[in-house]
């Protein structure tokens, strides 16, 4: 099998590609530098790398490198800086989510594509009555109104829950939502739920980058595991 990752010279993007490759995939990967990326890693015979701003590629180019692979991760983000959170473009996650799922579309593949993003816990499942209190909500409201890439990560998993839904004849999806990212250099114990089961905000956990690179590359190599959370917002939490 072969997986598309784009945003794989981030803190989170890097660790799954690593995570793949162990596995024994084969893996593609967009970044503007391949500078991040260790050595060994670089080397790899299963990596094909292609450097490019993937918010310039062609829709043939960006075609080139979906087609054949029967997953898609996204670790994209904003570069935590004022350029990065408040420059062009403003809605890179949603935007690349909605090119690739065109694309795919397009394709027609024989097999469904599995399409995993990686979001946020501050991102309500609207499918599902996460309740929130009022103090929640009113932080939430304003971080929409301050912070673009809040919006960026709401709108990218609306794409997927709502757009391409739960019966869509070429994707299926998962929206993988950390909370309080942390660094780490061992996959550890974790708790996965359906929805939050501490607020975000006020009573925020905590995910190890290293723990959710695992998951998803579990996700994206275990059908059975796939099968438990496809079309679905899982919330990963570090066990206690």
């Known amino acids: 099998m072969t997986t598309l990752i784009v945003g794989a010279s981030g803190a989170t993007g890097r ?27 670089k080397q790899h015979s299963n990596l094909s790398i292609t450097q490019a701003n993937i918010t310039e590629m062609s829709d043939s180019e960006l075609a080139q490198q979906v087609t054949g692979c ?7 983000g904003h570069t935590l800086n004022f350029k990065g959170i ?22 027609s593949p024989e097999q469904t594509v599995k399409y995993l993003l990686m979001n946020t816990t501050g991102n309500k499942n609207r499918n599902l009555p996460e309740q929130t209190s009022f103090r929640h909500n009113a932080v939430i409201g304003l971080l929409r109104l301050l ?23 070429y ?5 993988i939502r950390p909370d309080g990212l942390t660094n780490a250099t061992k996959v550890t114990d ?20 290293i723990n959710v690179a ?7 190599t275990s059908d059975a595991l796939w099968q438990n959370w496809k079309g679905q917002m899982p919330v990963i939490y570090n066990a206690d």
């Open 15 to 41: 660790l799954l590609v690593e995570q793949l490759l162990h596995k024994g995939e084969s893996v593609r990967i967009i970044v503007r530098s391949d500078s991040n990326l260790p050595e060994h890693i």
């Open 70 to 76: 029967t997953a898609v991760a996204s670790c994209l």
């Open 86 to 107: 408040y420059g062009q473009p403003r809605r890179l996650v949603t935007g690349t989510v909605r090119r690739i799922c065109g694309i795919i579309t397009d394709n």
């Open 147 to 169: 912070l673009p890439p809040h919006v960026d990560n709401e709108q990218a998993a609306d794409v997927l829950r709502r757009e391409i839904g739960h019966s869509h004849p």
């Open 171 to 175: 994707i299926e999806w998962a929206a």
């Open 190 to 209: 974790y708790d996965l739920h359906p929805s939050p089961v501490r607020d975000p905000i006020f009573d925020s956990g905590k995910t190890s980058r």
């Open 214 to 220: 695992h998951f998803m590359a579990e996700l994206i």
